[in-house]
């Protein structure tokens, strides 16, 4: 156990973010660091390599802002809703740049965390034979199997600088919790040279320690810990709120109208002074909607050794 | 995500202007081409299939009426790591909570992709494409050239891993004409075996590939692993020869081709009145 | 969600595992399937192939009977209490017969169920380098990293024929949840051609439903499930019981004279007529010397979309 | 599992006759070869690092005195995936019951092993072994031919793979005589870098290796990644010639060779009444 590394997030992100590093923003539809990465748009980051398997809107939103200028990813949608406008602008007719994109399939970009927070020089998987996909994409090699079985297509290790994730709880030294889907969160947490944790909720160590299989990404790969409740809006938390699927349909026409969008990040991320300002601007009766009902894990025991 | 990603466009294709809305006094009024239509066709594929990996959209749609209809017992796994979903409302995507919450296991990407998928555990995958081509390849990344494509597509997503390790696939498509079903795709996102082949010397995959691809005008199938897709039904209203000239190769024909039957009544009543509520897929 | 798996463990090894097969027993210190294992004994079985990573007593067991010719492991004694002499006498003095062993790391091992159970040709990892095993183990070979940092080694998959675990919980079909010390658990099912597993208590599926990220083994992996109390003896069950040190000592002197040792397969194992005879036979006042003290996980919530 | 491996002959050796039992009057009475007197050595070892992979047996022992004493906040890990334990009774094993309830994490081995311990967060990797050779390779193997052998040690465990990254490596030996410190190990079951490095064209390991072996007569150390161990101390009551006489090879000395400082009444205290009070390691 060490200290606390609670921190707010605009000190987080002023911290461990800098121009031109290579940052993960990670949550497979679920726990999306929108908080944090909104951060990284008010604080203007520029020149950003940008790894997320969904880019999602949160993507759109940073490319918008002219932060990321490069995008490693392994779907470039947004789920059930449709086109990332600005990403097509920006891959399509290079408005207003071109992005430069790295793609994988979603086991790939897994597997890249995999490796980079294994340190192992290169992980294997059965994709990609006959696929067009290594061809534009030199990272993805193969390797001869020294058992006979043929060649089998290879990913390198991903490396950020930092990697930032949302979670349900964590105390306050990093301990981190997080249940439903879990996502690539903690290998690109363990690959990661720091990891700032957003969370629902800090929680007392007892908490964490009642119930230690939960604890998914533990203090030591943790450097800041920011309590931000609400912070994967539009996405979701669950047990906590649900996704605000109207919000997803919104951003279609925004993300479509380039001023749109530069006047959407203008007015909810520039126009607020943090996350608590946005979700003021959103309104209580907007979130009352998103609000979800108790369904109890239940309680297991560990037990303890009677004396 | 394993997205429907037909829809490369702007704007709805005719496809999208279903019959939703309407009472199901008559089965007739559903057209072939309408999300209810297809989702019935795909459905009824399902029946005796142990275990789907369900993309969004239409095998949303379609998973969901296999279980209150041809198959109870199918279990349905999700990329986001579900295994043996029971949603209490119809998911929005592969990653809605409503697919976590009641769930049997919620694994690990890890557990889904390696233990699940790559360990052969799932017997279809039901993908949606913007192209499939003559032996079942599938893009789902870009129409025209990479560097500067005409259209940005979704790309694999976990398509192209469902492709090498689920024991076959099953593709809808919203559209059928020679772009959507070209003799070779622009762009090769995830490849039949045939492909795969072709590659010598590579630890091939173990599944067979798309074996089914349902069009607005009909049902497709490749009759084994390296064979290519050939007409096996057309939808009611649809001739043969208006399946052939909308399909960007010389279509074979079997000899055996089918009318594909229609929705019944209660199918149409599910998805409408039950399954897709608030009408997401249904327009 | 399939049909009920509910069967016998007389049933189940009858079933699943027969003469000169591969079998894996894991469960790392904790859970370790005793009770199968017991029955393996009482059923016979010849020429087997066990793996495990930490063969422990269960192991020794084994081989006193008679059941086991062949051994995979990265461990040959018994955690803190010393030696397993029946593994030892077989391997120092051919006693009463040479045991053919196959030697990994434990990531070593580990990592050829991960690759078993992924069907990977192979799983790179960071050891061996300068060790003598790999020229021991003609299995452990190496690759060159096709991104330029030199040769890895790198394991095989092990596809064990029968898997068998214990746990503390699944629902009828085979949902298997399990807590604590999870080890090498869900990949060596997963790697397995059938598995069986055995638990303290089959739950209804709404116990399992209600917090599905404590499924390890879902249901589609495993064909029989056994409800087996007290299954792990001496072994123990986090928050059901304690692991029996006493029994753990004794073993050492039974172990140490293979005459003893072969009084006690014949006594506690060939004695009883299973499980609960074992139990029985224990007696009431050990098994509550063994137990815990309830320590709460505490629920947490998965939430329920509202209408 | 990385346990205490050096006794393997049969019977208690001399360090195993300790004066466990006896009142803490006076510390002069706890002799260099004792559990409590190399215990306490090796939990001073551990001030100032942060983060602990224990193994079976006198690491248990080291590792919780020094939470007790010299670092409150070392982060004890253990192989079997327990990261931060605070446990509430000594563990007897490193999947003891008591490591798992109330820890900070209980992680999958795939993440302990790949995460934790390959990702290079392990800065003390505290093992046990049979025998220790001059550039600190490790055999917790066999003693003679692997084929068969005169002694079939417990082997690896995790002992290869926490040799491989763990930043340092401490060995705490119950004997020092030429064949627990052999010029050269009878077999290299955990390499030291210098043996890896022989291995032209293979990516090297991060770790440093065996800093660090502690033993009944004193203390040696290795003075970089590449050196051999060599006399840094002796401990009370042993000369520089008897610790050189009983070592395997042609043991350098260092010019600042000191005499380890005794455990304090207060380590012993600790270790008897409150650690290992059913005296399971102290004997």
Redesign the interface.
């Known amino acids: 156990?060490?200290g606390s590394k609670v921190t707010t997030l605009t000190e987080a992100v002023a911290a461990h973010v800098r121009d031109g590093m290579t940052v993960a923003l990670e949550g497979?539809?679920?726990l999306i660091p929108f908080a944090a990465g909104h951060e990284i748009i008010r604080q203007r980051r520029r020149d950003l390599t940008m790894c997320r398997m969904?880019p999602d809107i949160l993507t759109d939103q940073l490319l918008v802002a002219g932060c990321v200028s490069r995008l490693v990813?392994?779907?470039?949608?947004s789920?059930?809703?449709?086109s990332l406008y600005e990403?097509?602008r920006r891959?399509?007719q290079?408005d207003p740049a071109p992005l430069e994109t790295e793609?994988?399939?979603?086991?790939?970009m897994?597997c890249r965390y995999?490796a980079g927070?294994?340190?192992?020089?290169?992980?294997?998987?059965?994709?990609?034979?006959?696929?067009?996909?290594p061809a534009?994409n030199p990272r993805i090699?193969?390797?001869?199997?020294?058992?006979g079985?043929?060649?089998?297509y290879?990913v390198?290790p991903l490396n950020p600088d930092v990697t930032i994730v949302h979670a349900?709880r964590a105390?306050a030294?990093g301990?981190t919790q997080l249940?439903?889907?879990?996502?690539?969160q903690?290998?690109a947490a363990?690959a990661a040279s720091a990891v700032i944790v957003t969370v629902e909720e800090i929680v007392a160590?007892e908490?964490?320690?009642?119930?230690?299989?939960?604890?998914?990404i533990?203090?030591?790969?943790v450097d800041a810990v920011v309590e931000v409740p609400g912070g994967a809006h539009p996405s979701?938390a669950?047990?906590?709120y649900?996704?605000d699927?109207a919000f997803y349909r919104e951003w279609t026409p925004i993300s479509r109208d380039r001023e749109a969008a530069l006047a959407w990040i203008d007015e909810w991320i520039h126009g607020t002074a943090d996350h608590a300002g946005y979700l003021a601007k959103l309104g209580q009766q907007r979130w009352d909607g998103l609000?979800?009902?108790?369904?109890?894990?239940?309680?297991?025991?560990?037990?303890?050794?009677?004396e | 995500m394993t997205a429907d990603s037909s829809r490369h466009g702007s704007g709805p294709s005719t496809a999208e202007r279903s019959s939703a809305g309407r009472p199901v006094a008559d089965v007739a009024d559903v057209p072939p081409h309408s999300a209810e239509f297809l989702a019935t066709v795909a459905a009824r594929e399902l029946a005796g299939r142990h275990r789907v990996f369900a993309g969004v959209g239409l095998p949303t749609l379609a998973v969901d009426l296999a279980k209150r209809t041809v198959n109870p017992g199918v279990e349905l796994v999700y990329e986001s790591g579900v295994v043996g979903a029971h949603p209490e409302a119809m998911a929005e995507g592969i990653a809605d909570s409503v697919l976590v919450s009641g769930s049997e296991a919620m694994l690990s990407m890890d557990a889904l992709f390696g233990y699940v998928l790559q360990g052969g555990y799932v017997d279809v995958g039901f993908l949606g494409a913007a192209q499939v081509d003559r032996v079942g390849n599938i893009n789902t990344s870009v129409i025209g050239d990479w560097r500067r494509p005409e259209v940005r597509l979704p790309g694999s997503g976990g398509a192209s891993d469902i492709m090498a390790s689920a024991r076959e696939i099953v593709v809808v498509l919203r559209r059928h004409d020679p772009h959507a079903l070209p003799a070779d795709v622009d762009f090769c996102t995830s490849p039949s075996p045939v492909r795969a082949r072709r590659q010598e010397g590579f630890h091939q995959p173990e599944g067979a590939g798309v074996t089914t691809v349902i069009t607005p005008l009909g049902i497709l199938r490749r009759p084994d692993r390296y064979g290519e897709l050939e007409l096996a039904a057309v939808h009611p209203g649809v001739t043969v020869a208006e399946a052939a000239e909308n399909t960007g190769w010389d279509l074979r024909v079997r000899a055996d081709v089918a009318e594909t039957p229609r929705p019944r009544a209660e199918d149409v009543r599910l998805l409408r009145e039950e399954i897709d509520t608030v009408r997401l897929y249904l327009r």
């Open positions: 156990m060490t497979f539809g679920h969904t990813a392994s779907f470039f949608a789920g059930s809703a449709g990403i097509r891959v399509e290079h793609e994988y399939s979603h086991y790939g897994y995999e927070a294994k340190r192992l020089p290169f992980q294997p998987l059965l994709s990609y034979v006959g696929s067009d996909l534009l090699r193969s390797v001869e199997s020294p058992y079985e043929g060649r089998v290879v390198p349900q105390d030294s301990n249940w439903g889907i879990t996502g690539a903690a290998p363990y160590p908490v964490v320690r009642a119930d230690p299989n939960r604890t998914l533990p203090a030591h790969a979701y669950q047990g906590c649900d996704r699927s609000r979800v009902a108790p369904a109890p894990s239940g309680s297991v025991s560990y037990g303890r050794r009677k």
